[in-house]
C-alpha cells in the first residue's frame, strides 16, 4: 500500500471521510425516524448509525484492495 500515488492516497482518504459522514448520518436520521414513530428512544439510531460506521468501513477497505491491485498492476507492467 505504500506504493500508491500521492492522488490515489488523497482519494481514498477523501473517500472514507465522505462516506463516514454520509452513512452514519442517514443510518442516524432513519433510525431516528423509525424511534420517533415506535417510540423506542435512540435505540434504532444508534443501532443504524453503527451500522453505517461498519458500511463504510467495509466499503473503503474495498477500495483499498482495488486501488492496492491496480499499483500492483501498473508496477508489473513498468518492469516488463
Known amino acids: 500500500m505504500s506504493n500508491l500515488s500521492t492522488w ?15 452513512t452514519v448520518a442517514l443510518g442516524f436520521l432513519l433510525g431516528r425516524w423509525i424511534d420517533q414513530s415506535l417510540g423506542t428512544g435512540i435505540l434504532f439510531s444508534l443501532i443504524l448509525a453503527v451500522g453505517g460506521m461498519i458500511s463504510a ?7 483499498l484492495k482495488f486501488v492496492s491491485r491496480r499499483a500492483a498492476a501498473r508496477r508489473g507492467q513498468g518492469q516488463e
Open 8 to 22: 490515489e492516497s488523497i482519494g481514498v482518504v477523501t473517500q472514507f471521510g465522505v462516506t463516514v459522514a454520509l
Open 57 to 63: 468501513v467495509m466499503s473503503t477497505l474495498q477500495l
